[in-house]
């Protein structure tokens, strides 16, 4: 038997474990709220959380879109053969795959990720952490029907300057040609962040076991409370030498961008108009005053 072969299934008997721990994703669009929680709960002995997979905005529409061109691939070329009367001969000309074929793909190709992140750790569940699956979690609990959600939220002003001061570092010429001042992105974030908000917690309202929010307002000065909460949310151990393990290890990520209220210093009333234009009323219902 090849190495390759050998390897391969050692590589499956890995996969089946790693499938068949408790799978848990942070999302929300706020960077520094995020990056905290992932950092705390990685310091958990029984979980692990070391990375972004970009799951459902990278992985699974490419996957998707090979699997879908193949499929039509082979059904031209089945057809083709039907034409010329000879599909009969050639039975492998029917070869596609189902829908369920493809989540199975989706499931091992993630879990290969996180096999890799969590190495010989002996831990009961395993998570990953990209903000930007709060707007694709139907997609993700398809692949990963048992999949616990920790939804993490921002006063979104604050965010705005938060991102807003990363792309200026990142990219300053390209992003101020998009947009020239704090008031032009303001207002085009604003929708970005209702979008994700909104689309997170419509999901929670139909997978409520599964689901529960933190605000990152709270890591700064509730940090135990939330943190506990949510290993009791994962069903990992939760004696205060645990708690206080995970917080100090959140605690050593410097909330650099993270300061509550900064959006007052740097907002103008045009800043504050717009984004109230688009974001107004989902501040009001997550209780966040101007």
């Known amino acids: 038997m090849s ?3 050998t390897d391969y299934r050692r590589n499956l008997i890995s996969l089946s474990k790693v499938l068949e721990k408790k799978h848990f994703f942070i999302v929300g669009l706020t960077r520094p709220g995020t990056v905290w929680l992932q950092h705390a709960i990685n310091a958990h002995p029984d979980a692990c959380c070391k990375g972004e997979g970009h799951f459902t905005n990278a992985l699974f529409p490419l996957l998707g879109k090979a699997f879908a061109d193949y499929n039509k691939h082979m059904l031209t070329d089945k057809a083709r053969m039907e034409a010329a009367g000879i599909s009969a001969a050639n039975p492998g000309a029917s070869a596609a795959y189902s829908n369920d074929d493809v989540r199975f793909l989706m499931a091992t ?8 992140w969590a190495g010989k750790e002996d831990v009961s569940c395993i998570g990953e ?3 930007e699956h709060a707007l694709g979690l139907e997609s993700l609990c398809e692949v990963f ?3 616990l959600i ?3 939220i921002r006063d979104g002003r604050d965010e705005a300057v938060s991102v807003y001061d990363y792309n200026l570092k990142v990219n300053p ?3 101020t040609a998009k947009f020239p001042d704090m008031a032009a992105f303001a207002e085009s974030f604003a929708g970005n962040w209702t979008r994700a908000v909104g689309a997170a917690r419509y999901f929670g309202r139909s997978h409520g076991e599964n689901y529960m929010e933190i605000r990152c307002e ?6 135990s409370t939330d943190v506990e909460r949510l290993c009791r949310f994962l069903s990992i151990d939760d004696d205060p030498e645990a708690i206080s393990q995970c917080v100090e290890a959140g605690r050593r990520i410097a909330f650099k961008d993270g300061i509550i209220g900064q959006w007052q210093d740097r907002f103008d009333d045009k ?3 717009g984004f109230t234009r688009q974001a107004g009323e989902l501040l009001k219902l997550l209780d966040y005053s101007s």
């Open 109 to 116: 190709a993630s879990a290969l990720i996180l096999d890799r």
């Open 218 to 223: 709270d890591l700064h000065t509730e940090a």
């Open 129 to 131: 952490k990209t903000p």
């Open 173 to 175: 010429q390209g992003f």
């Open 3 to 5: 190495q390759t072969i």
């Open 145 to 147: 029907p048992d999949a």
């Open 271 to 273: 800043s504050t108009a």
């Open 150 to 152: 920790v939804h993490v």
